[in-house]
């Protein structure tokens, strides 16, 4: 499990940890304690404080994708310019409408700054844009004219 989905766990785990005091604050009942309670409760946050950081952390290269070709995407891949491979579609299930955006993000760990674009339409045409320089692009617009590939990025 990564980024979001394992941070939102961990919170949920912690959350019910916490939530069960009733469990740990009762000397008369036999629990633990107020303070071993107290104990265990800054250790949970202290672990989602370093734990959870790092798992949300943003990757320089995340951009936000703008389709403005006109056309539905079914297929959205983003490659290291020096990769001979596309890997997996970004969009997985989803498409991209005309009009639409969606923010690509990346693991923290990435190092490569220029990425290649491949889309592929919905009728099955695809076309690719090239050298965007992702550690300084946060925005790329995607338009298709006359049969031909451009775009805007800031």
Known sequence: MHGRAAFSQ????????IASKSAFCCPETGGMGAKMYNLIKAAAMAALLLFGATTVSAGKQDFD????TGYTIAEVYVAPSSSNDWEEDVLG????????????????????????????WEDGDQATWEGFNLCTVSEITLYWNNGKATAEYQ
């Open 65 to 68: 994708l703008i389709n403005a």
């Open 10 to 17: 961990r919170v949920e785990v912690i959350s019910l940890a």
């Open 93 to 120: 299930r989803d498409t991209l409408g005309d009009g639409e955006g969606v923010t690509i993000n990346f693991a923290p760990n990435q190092k490569a700054c220029m990425y290649d674009l491949l889309i592929v």
